[in-house]
Every structure is written in C-alpha cells, then in structure tokens.
C-alpha cells in the first residue's frame, strides 16, 4: 500500500490520522494492498486555481478528487486488483472553517473530507438524489467504523 501525502497548505496536519483512515478504507473496500494514494493538502489560492480549472466554479472548494485507474471497491471473494487510485486534494483553511460552523475539529473535518475524496476515486458521486443516498451511507459507514462513534456531518 502506497499512500504520499504533501502538505503544500502552510497548515499543520497530523497526517498519520490520515493515512490510518485511508488503510481503513481501502481494507473496507477491498482494494488490493499494492493500491496508491496520493493526498495533497493545499493552500485557498491552488484550491481555487484547481476548482476553476477542473470543476469550472468560482472559489476555493473542500476537497477535490481525481481518480486514475477507474478502481472500484472489490469484495472479500475478490479484491480489486492492484493499480493507482488517485489523487485526493483538499484544502485545511476551508475545513477549518467549515469544522467550526459544524462545531468539530478540523482534524475531524479532514477525516470526512478524506473519506469523501476517497469514494470519488471510487466511482461514486452524489448528482442524483439514489447516488447521493448510497455515496453518503457508505461515507457514514467508514467513518463509524474508523471513528468507532457516529461521525459529524458538514457534507451538503
């Protein structure tokens, strides 16, 4: 398992809590040990730059996904096989500020954020009311199970 994270935000981030959530989920989802994550935690202004770039809106964002190899969740019978997953960005100023009108950490916000990124570069998605049903059970799923409590939700 390869999980790199750079943290470009001129924020500090306790990073091991990230990646012990990714292994959670990779675990959960039955992605093949050998699979690659890269997270990168950036500052308002590249967030910004990104979001107008790849999602074509105004502003900074959360957190963005851009996923590789089109991986998707395996089951225990047969894992998904090995490859690239993708790339995970997100932006510690906005989960910050977000965390504080949720009345949570950022820590914890990050953790939400991450498991949001991380079922993007699954194939999930949250347009259609179904989707966003499934994507968001799932979400509170992992984060229950890593957090070992029901999760805080700032996700609209």
């Known amino acids: 398992m390869s999980i790199e994270i750079n943290n470009e935000s001129g924020v500090e981030v306790r990073q091991e809590e990230l990646v012990r959530l990714i292994k959670h989920i990779l675990a959960a989802m039955f992605l093949h040990p ?3 994550v890269s997270v990168i935690l950036a500052d308002v202004d590249t967030m910004e730059k990104l979001h107008i770039e790849w999602m074509d809106e105004p502003g900074a964002t959360d957190v963005l996904s851009f996923p590789m190899d089109e991986l998707r969740p395996g089951t225990a ?6 490859g690239l997953l993708g790339d995970i960005v997100l932006c510690p100023v906005i989960a910050q500020e977000q965390a504080v009108a949720a009345g949570h950490s950022m820590e914890e916000e990050l953790l939400l954020l991450t498991t949001h990124g991380m079922l993007h570069l699954m194939g999930y998605d949250h347009g259609e009311p179904e989707e966003k049903e499934e994507m968001f059970g799932i979400q509170r799923e992992l984060l229950s199970n890593f957090l070992g409590r029901k999760p805080r939700e700032t996700m609209k």
């Open 77 to 82: 019978a047969m894992p998904t096989p090995a």
């Open 34 to 36: 050998q699979t690659e």
